[in-house]
Structure formats: structure tokens, C-alpha cells
């Protein structure tokens, strides 16, 4: 799919096979890993000196992203994560009376391509089924005109049918079936429009969503309103996914044991909303459509993106049209070619991504080519860096309800979010500018102080960050029938406000300093029992630990600190025998599973980077990890990575950022070559 923001990422991270050890002729065993040394004629340079393992494993990989820097200074890599996405592109279409058969055809390849052994689809690589993906997936495939009878959709639906049907689903499967008469809209959680009308000063209110729930939540408020029903051929339906014709009571939601809890106090709200629904009197209703509507086209960005995100998107698109918009409304055409651009299409097969994340490549790129030691005013550091500074997000968007008085600043995720700049992608920006040489430093100036300003401005009363919103923290607002992804709010995490910490230490700010503390005493309440941080945006206990150390060593937290060691102890004992890190998705509901899982080269960097930071960088344990990097690599300076690694809701939605691989094994390569020569 070409469009005027994107390139084909389709596999650029792995154009190429083979390891770096392919290359060498000997191994040698030490304290688990192997180390393969290449042939001492690979190593020399022009002057005859020759390059140790580790500068040629940073060389290949700073030379790889070189080659993959784009010709504007950014960096863009794919963004995986389920089939859902796509298959709800499919639905989308037909709803719209806009089906392309050959833009259909290759998305139902892609489906296929994704379907397990046993019949179903996961939420990430090597994951359990997942019934509400696979119910989605086998719709979506139905309404590309595959039969019933299909080997692929037999298997799956043996998968479903075992799992107990269409009515175990979750929320999001069953408005897309309803949305076609597959499912009753009576057996939907109610959300009624009318919420939009309630006053920022209300316990509940759309302000106290998380803005990927808000930006969903009001365009679907506006289609809940009118429960519309586009209604498709009898065998594309679904009806086979019931375990048995479904009866008033199997809409009904599932109860927690006893009586007064929340969760059971908000299904008899549910009740009560339903009535209300289904009364002909509904004096607010007409004014909070149009308040809805309002919404909806006001925070549509002039690229015609909401929320840089495909739920809010397409819903915007759903709601615009079930108003009487046409798909030619300008809205309408350019919230379809917003979509198109988040495609990555083959000969055979196009897949819809999630959300696109070139800011956050790119200030990730520049970090680690900055750590692998590329000079600062090298020219592609400039050139990334003068991206950079042209996304600077200058407007207004929703985190000014809760901080009226603060000055717009920041970065968002994608080419352009104006609405929803978010701290992590901000603080990481500026923690990368740090490093590069701009001649211009007035404007790099002027916008670093505007960063961290809004950065601080965002920090919310217990001490901590969220990532779009301060002191978003409602959490019975995950109690209700419709939170099923238990991802209504955006409350303030330990990973975000170690890398506030990190922003913070970077451009000089003293532990003294007040937010410093508030967020040092945050972190220390949030620790898990046995030393780790839960990861909010990365798998899991990894992530969040390694952006905590970064964040206290930065800020100048005494390392030897008894809760700091508990840390460093938890990592090393994670360790794998081939001196690898990694750690699997169902740790989000493991516990015991923190910090366990096959090796990957992203969580390896994280590990290494946290014990870096936390001093231990001639430590046995280092000394392996950075081993099995450099045994690892490919030839082509890239690392594989199969595994899912990044989270956009944990437990239920799972990303592979295709970057990962890559950008954290050189930052931590590089950053142990830079440590150990300090102190050699």
C-alpha cells in the first residue's frame, strides 16, 4: 500500500538468514552460553588492526540502521500484534458496501496464515487459542465467501464450539456480530450516548476513560444509540458458532460470588440502563448525539486519523456513517484513507496494523546508534533528530481537561496525534535528542524545556505517570459489564515513571528535586514482593524493572540500596543457561511465570541495560548476556525475535514491535563497551 507517509516495512527486518557464528570456525563453552569467535581476517580494518566480537556485533547492527533510516531521518518498523485487527477491516467494508475482492483476498490469506494447528488464533506468537480472535477471524473469513465446510473453518469451529460458542466472547466480538445480526444488541453492555452530556466534574465522565477508551467509547456510544444491523446472506452468517439456540438468559452477564460486590452492583446497573435504552422517552438523547457527533469530527486529525489507533478509527468511521454520513463525506474518505495508510499489502496478502510507531522508532534508532558510539553531529543522527523536532506535539488535546494551565509539549506515537501526545514516547524523545549535535540548539532547546515541562506537568498525586492522562485512576470503572479488557483507565504505572526518572537524571535534575522523591516513594510502593516492577507496556516484570534501574541510576538513587539489590538479585536469578533473558505473555496471568521464557534478543537488552545501570557491568552474569547477543546476531547486524514482547492491553492485546530486536541489543552492547572502557 503506498500513501505519502509509508514504505514498505513488509519483513525489512529480515531480509536476511544466518548467524554471526556462521562465520567463525570454533566455539568455546563458558558458564552456559556459546561463544563463537570469528576468524581474525574478518576483524581487520584497513590498518590491520583487528575488531573485537563485540565492536563487530555493534558495527553490523549500527550499520543495518543506517541502511534502514528513511530518506526524511525517521525510522519505521512493523507493528504486529492479532488477526482481529484485520478481520475487523474486513467487516468494516462489507458494513460500508465498500468490498474490494482483491484487497478482501489477500486479508483472508493473511487470516489463514495466522490460524494454528488445532484451528484457532492466538493474541501472540505461540499463545494459547484465544476463542474471542478466533470467533472474529472465522466471521471475517465467512464474509470473504469462505463455506462452512473449509478445512480451515471446520477446525476452528471445533475450537469455538469446545470453548462454549459466540456467547463466552468478549464485548468488542459480539457488537461486531451484532452489527450484522449475529448476535442480539440486547446481549451488549449498555453505554449510553447520554455519558457524553455528563459534566467533567462528575465521579463518572468521559474525562475519567483512558483516551484510547474515551476516543472508542464516544463514536460507539453513537452506534449503540441506533443498534444498526447491515444484514449479509444467510451462509455468511455465524449461527454455527452457538453451541445450542441461544435463550434469554444466555445474554445475561456472569456474576462474581456474592452479593454486594461492585462488579455485581454495575450488571444491575447494566438492567436498569437497558430499560432506560428501550423507553421512548429519552429527553437528553438527541442533544448527546449531537454532542457525540461534535466529538467525534473535532478530534479528527487533519491526516483524518483518531487517536493514531485502529479501535478508535474504525469506530469513528462506523459512527460517522450509522449518522447518515456518506463514505464519500470528506470525514468519511479521508478516516478510510487513514486506515489504508496503517496497511502493509504483499502480492498475496495486506494486513491492517494497530497503530504505526515511526516517533517511537525513531527516537529508539537514535538512542541506540548514540550508545553504539556514532558520533554526535554524525548526519543521520542530525537528520532523526530534525524529524524529531517537527513532531513536537503544540496543540491542546484531551490531558488539558485535568491540567488546564499546562503549556502544550511533547511527543505522541505516530506521524501525527496531536490530540494524544503521551509521556513515554516524549520522555524517551528527549532522552535521544540528549545525544545528538544540532547547530541550531535555540529551537532543540526550546523544545526539550516545553517536553519536560509537560512531562512534569503530567505527574499524577500518588507520584506516578500514566501515559495520556494524569491521575486517570477510577478503577471501578474496570468493574463493568463493558470493561471486559479491564482497560478502561490509564492509572500511573512503574515503568513510565522510571523513565520519568531517566528524563529527568538525563537533563540534570537532582533526586532532591520534588518530583524526583514523590516518584522514588511511588516506585518503592509498587515493587513486587520478590524485587521486580509489573511492566505495563512491555513483557512484563522485564521491562518494568529495566526501565526502573535506568530511571533511579539516572536520577542518582544510591545503587546498593537493599531494595535496589533485591532487583539486581531477582534479574540475575532470571537468567537462562544460554545466557539470554525472556520472559512470556502469560505472566500478565502467571505470576510464577515472571521473568520466564525462551531467550529473546529485546529482553535481553532490557535485562542487560538494568544491571548495567544497577553497576554490574563486570559481573559473570553481564559478561554471558552480552555473550549470547554476540552469538546470536545474523550476518546482516539483526537479531530474530519470534516472540511478542510489547503490550497494548496485557493480558488481551499483545504487539511485537519489529524494532526491538534490533534497537536493544546494540543500546546495551554499546553501553557495556562504553562502561567497561570508562573503567578499564
Not at 519483513?11 to 566455539?27: D, I, K, M
Not at 524526583?516 to 507496556?537: N, S, V
Amino acid at each position: 500500500m503506498t500513501s505519502p507517509f509509508k514504505h514498505p516495512i513488509s519483513h525489512a527486518l529480515t531480509s536476511f538468514n544466518g548467524t554471526a557464528a556462521e562465520l567463525g570456525s570454533g566455539a568455546e563453552q563458558k558458564g552456559g552460553a556459546k561463544v563463537h569467535h570469528l576468524p581474525a581476517s574478518i576483524w581487520k580494518r584497513k590498518t590491520g588492526k583487528a575488531k573485537s566480537p563485540l565492536d563487530l556485533a555493534i558495527e553490523g547492527s549500527r550499520d543495518f540502521f543506517f541502511k534502514e533510516q528513511l530518506p526524511r531521518g525517521y525510522w519505521w518498523a512493523e507493528l504486529e500484534s492479532n488477526v482481529t485487527i484485520t478481520a475487523e477491516y474486513i467487516m468494516l467494508f462489507h458494513f460500508l458496501g465498500l468490498v474490494d475482492c482483491e484487497r478482501q483476498r489477500k486479508m483472508a490469506n493473511y487470516l489463514i496464515s495466522k490460524q494454528t494447528e488445532e484451528g484457532s488464533w492466538t493474541i501472540y506468537h505461540g499463545g494459547p487459542g484465544d476463542l474471542s480472535t478466533t470467533v472474529e477471524a472465522y466471521f471475517a473469513l465467512k464474509l470473504a465467501g469462505y463455506r462452512a465446510d473449509h478445512p480451515a473453518l471446520t477446525k476452528a469451529r471445533a475450537f469455538v464450539l469446545q470453548r462454549g460458542g459466540v456467547i463466552k466472547t468478549r464485548v468488542f466480538t459480539k457488537i461486531f456480530l451484532a452489527l450484522f445480526g449475529e448476535f442480539a444488541w440486547f446481549g451488549v453492555p449498555s453505554m449510553p450516548v447520554e455519558l457524553t452530556l455528563l459534566p467533567n466534574w462528575a465521579y463518572f465522565n468521559m474525562y475519567e476513560f483512558s483516551s484510547w477508551a474515551r476516543a472508542t467509547i464516544i463514536p460507539l456510544s453513537i452506534v449503540m444509540t441506533s443498534r444498526p444491523v447491515r444484514r449479509i446472506p444467510p451462509e455468511a452468517g455465524v449461527k454455527e458458532l452457538f453451541t445450542r439456540p441461544p435463550r434469554p438468559t444466555d445474554y445475561t452477564f456472569t456474576k462474581e460470588d456474592g452479593i454486594l460486590t461492585w462488579k455485581n452492583f454495575f450488571i444491575g446497573a447494566d438492567h436498569l440502563l437497558k430499560l432506560y435504552e428501550r423507553s421512548p422517552i429519552r429527553p437528553f438523547k438527541k442533544k448527546a448525539l449531537a454532542e457525540a457527533e461534535k466529538w467525534v469530527l473535532e478530534h479528527q486529525e487533519t491526516t483524518g486519523d483518531w487517536g493514531g489507533i485502529q479501535p478508535a478509527m474504525l469506530n469513528a468511521i462506523l459512527a460517522l456513517s450509522t449518522l447518515g454520513y456518506s463514505n464519500e463525506h470528506p470525514a468519511m474518505s479521508q478516516g478510510l484513507k487513514a486506515m489504508a495508510n496503517f496497511c502493509i499489502e504483499t502480492d498475496e496478502q495486506l494486513v491492517l496494523q494497530s497503530c504505526i510507531s515511526p516517533v517511537w522508532d525513531t527516537a529508539l534508532a537514535l538512542k541506540a546508534l548514540c550508545d553504539a558510539g556514532v558520533p554526535p553531529d554524525h548526519p543521520s543522527l542530525v537528520k532523526g533528530a530534525h524529524w524529531l523536532l517537527e513532531k513536537e506535539v503544540r496543540k491542546p488535546g484531551d490531558w488539558r481537561i485535568k491540567s488546564p494551565d499546562l503549556e502544550p509539549g511533547g511527543w505522541a506515537f505516530e506521524f501525527l496525534n496531536d490530540w494524544y501526545p503521551d509521556v513515554d514516547d516524549s520522555g524517551f524523545v528527549m532522552i535521544a535528542l540528549k545525544g545528538v549535535q544540532l547547530k541550531d540548539k535555540k529551537a532543540l532547546n526550546a523544545a526539550v524545556k516545553r517536553g519536560i515541562n509537560w512531562c512534569l506537568g503530567m505527574q499524577s498525586k500518588n507520584g506516578g505517570w500514566g501515559a495520556f492522562d494524569k491521575d486517570n485512576t477510577k478503577y471501578l470503572l474496570n468493574k463493568i459489564p463493558f470493561a471486559d479488557l479491564e482497560a478502561l483507565i490509564d492509572p500511573p504505572t512503574a515503568d513510565l515513571t522510571g523513565r520519568m526518572l531517566e528524563l529527568m537524571g538525563t537533563f540534570g535534575y537532582a533526586r532532591t528535586f520534588p518530583a524526583a522523591l514523590r516518584a522514588i516513594d511511588f516506585l518503592k510502593k509498587t515493587q513486587e514482593p520478590e524485587g521486580p516492577w509489573w511492566g505495563r507496556w512491555g513483557v512484563n516484570y522485564l521491562y518494568g524493572t529495566w526501565s526502573v534501574l535506568c530511571g533511579l541510576s539516572a536520577i542518582g538513587e544510591e545503587m546498593n540500596q537493599p531494595y535496589i539489590r533485591k532487583a539486581v538479585d531477582w534479574i540475575k536469578s532470571r537468567q537462562n543457561i544460554d545466557g539470554g533473558w525472556g520472559e512470556t505473555c502469560e505472566s500478565y496471568h502467571d505470576r510464577n511465570l515472571a521473568g520466564i521464557g525462551e531467550s529473546t534478543a529485546s529482553q535481553t537488552g532490557w535485562a542487560l541495560l538494568a544491571l548495567l545501570a544497577a553497576g554490574e557491568v563486570h559481573s559473570a552474569t553481564v559478561v554471558r548476556g552480552i555473550q549470547h547477543l554476540i552469538s546470536t546476531q545474523k550476518r546482516d547486524g539483526t537479531w530474530d525475535e519470534t516472540q511478542y514482547t510489547g503490550t497494548g492491553f496485557p493480558k488481551f492485546f499483545m504487539i511485537k514491535y519489529h524494532i526491538y530486536r534490533n534497537c536493544f541489543p546494540l543500546m546495551a552492547l554499546g553501553s557495556y563497551r562504553n562502561l567497561t572502557a570508562e573503567q578499564a
